[in-house]
């Protein structure tokens, strides 16, 4: 059986990734809603994707279950940092019994989790801490009166 672009397994698999990672996204960084009708169309378009392969649908359901729990977690409260990493371990035994009768790479599935961590340590966590900062104030002069900048 041949396969088309649109039923490689490890595209798909890139594009249900792909979405994850720009819900969360879009979910913590305030725009213009670009961002999110982005997000709304490729939920869709993953969606059909995976319609139109044998998926098993369990181990999708554990996947997204496992990507926003990853990437989610540590935003809600910072002591459950751990369960993230849970959330990853979900992630890839979802991603290993995706399809029915068809993989996604092993080596595809290693780089994603090696990306989430990065993406969850260099751009999530970042996110995380500046949130918890203290707004800047000038003390040299009280802040009455004073025109804001942001």
């Known amino acids: 059986m041949e396969l088309t672009l649109f039923q490689d397994p490890n595209l798909v698999y890139l594009v249900v990734i792909a979405t994850i990672w720009l819900a969360v996204t879009a979910a913590y960084v305030p725009g213009t809603g670009i961002l999110e009708l982005l997000v709304a169309g490729l939920a869709i378009g993953s969606l059909l994707l995976l319609a139109s392969l044998p998926t098993n649908w369990f181990a999708a359901l554990l ?62 966590m970042a996110l995380l801490n500046t949130h918890h900062q203290p707004a800047a104030l000038r003390t040299d002069r009280p802040v009455i009166g004073e025109y804001g900048r942001a």
């Open 63 to 124: 996947g997204l279950v496992g990507g926003v729990l990853f990437l989610v977690v540590p935003f809600v409260e910072e002591r459950y940092r751990v369960v993230a990493m849970g959330g990853l371990g979900l992630q890839l035994l979802g991603s290993l019994f995706l399809f029915n009768g068809l993989s996604v790479s092993l080596a595809l599935i290693i780089t994603i989790a090696l990306l989430s961590l990065a993406y969850y340590r260099f751009v999530l």
